[in-house]
């Protein structure tokens, strides 16, 4: 047989195959009516056995309880410490309180000048941040960098929570550029209208605060700062 006229009757055949199939499934297919519909996805119920890590809980003598969860894929550690600081203690007449304490926290320490202690966080690898939101019952300061380097990471983080100096130099700094950014959110639309919400929200609850404002940042002093945090900084 000629190859072209060969190749042409074998074409025709699986042709012919596939639409009988095509036709014998149609044939045997489910009848709408038969459907039932359950008005949701399908889940695979083995998706829904999540295994969350536990972490082991230890209590210190001082009283401040440590979480840790292990995981050993990745050689880094990761700190997160809360302290009972947050803005929702601050004075009335002294919005942003509990922010000011918490950044100046990296401005020195008794030990260490806030250069000293910017370097040897480089030096580590790692990054330290600390922080007070506004509305908040909490201050958390938060550290990662290689697990290798786990000791001289918390000695640093240790220092600066418990030593902090809060020395006149770095506050007069540290006021400078507050003043700036509060211009800055003075400018911003978005930042505006979130104030209004929250006034709104919350009357004279301290959750009605959302900024710091020019006239407590001017009024801040360094003895404000030790005593708000010899007051709320502990275990």
Request: hydrophobic share 35%; glycine share 6%; proline share 5%.
């Amino acid at each position: 047989m000629n190859p072209i006229i060969r190749s042409v009757a074998l074409s025709c055949l699986c042709v012919g195959i596939f639409l009988s199939t095509v036709a014998n499934s149609q044939e045997k297919g489910t009848s709408p009516k038969a459907v039932q519909r359950l008005n949701r996805a399908p889940v695979n119920k083995e998706v829904l056995q999540v295994k969350l890590p536990r972490p082991t809980e230890a209590k210190l003598s001082n009283g401040l309880t440590v979480l840790l969860l292990e995981r050993h894929k990745l050689p880094t550690l990761n700190v997160s410490l809360w302290v009972n600081a947050g803005s929702l203690y601050d004075p009335k007449d002294a919005p942003g309180l509990a922010k000011f304490t918490a950044e100046m926290l990296r401005e020195g320490t008794s030990h260490r000048t806030s250069s000293q202690l910017s370097t040897q966080i480089d030096q580590l690898g790692a990054t330290i941040t600390t922080q007070s939101q506004f509305g908040s019952t909490y201050t958390q300061l938060a550290a990662s960098g290689f697990a290798d380097t786990a000791d001289g990471l918390l000695d640093l983080m240790s220092d600066m929570l418990i030593n902090p100096a809060f020395t006149a130099d770095e506050l007069d700094k540290y006021k400078k550029r507050q003043m700036a950014a509060l211009e800055e959110e003075r400018s911003d639309p978005g930042f505006l209208g979130e104030e209004r919400m929250y006034r709104a929200l919350y009357g004279n609850f301290p959750a009605a605060t959302t900024s710091a404002t020019a006239e407590s940042v001017k009024a801040l002093t360094s003895e404000q700062l030790r005593q708000f945090h010899g007051k709320y900084y502990l275990p």
